[in-house]
């Protein structure tokens, strides 16, 4: 074969129709779509819808708002970190910031704020690195987080311990400059 009838031979296959590029795609979509199939992702958690997405508010309402957006394992979680809180620290001020719950003390500032992810919810102690033990996880100069997936067995009587200490120092002031 020639060059140039060889060039010829490839041009009209280069500029393919739109229909042609299409139906040739048409075989990879398909097995895209088999495996997404439920089938194919038994053995990994369950990916969550996100939760509401609130405004800022003061009080129980907006927390109770986002509790009830969440998951049911979520907040059926969040529900009881909820009761350790109100339970270990009386007159616990409740606020949404930044779309999560805060939980802090009137004139000492926020120790505890939570948000939940596909598969879990992240619990942020705003100075963790004062608390004994200091919770498993941080990134940042004070905070110190705990995650808790839907298969973990949350352990209540060290989250009210690390409540308790938390409320007790003073917490984050939300970045005021005062």
């Known amino acids: 074969m020639s060059r140039s009838r060889l060039a010829r031979a490839v041009v009209p296959a280069a500029k393919a ?17 088999t495996s997404s199939s439920p089938s194919a992702w038994k053995g990994l958690p369950r990916k969550a819808r996100k939760p509401a ?41 409740k606020a949404v910031r ?36 200091v919770p498993p996880i941080g990134q940042y100069r004070d905070v110190r987080s705990l995650d808790v997936h839907e298969s973990d067995k949350l352990d209540e009587k060290q989250l009210a311990t690390w409540i308790k200490q938390a409320a007790s120092i003073p917490g984050w002031d939300g970045g005021s400059t005062r």
């Open 17 to 33: 129709s739109k229909s042609t590029k299409a139906s040739a795609k048409k075989p990879a979509a398909a097995k895209a779509k």
């Open 53 to 93: 997405m609130l405004p800022k508010s003061d009080g129980d309402a907006g927390v109770q708002a986002y509790i009830a957006s969440m998951e049911p394992w979520q907040a059926a979680i969040a529900k009881r970190v909820d009761a350790l809180v109100v339970k270990h620290v009386p007159g616990v001020r």
């Open 98 to 133: 930044w779309h999560c719950p805060f939980y802090g003390v009137e004139g000492q500032g926020w120790f505890l704020a939570f948000a939940a992810f596909q598969y879990h919810i992240k619990f942020s102690f705003f100075k963790g690195t004062s608390l004994k033990p």
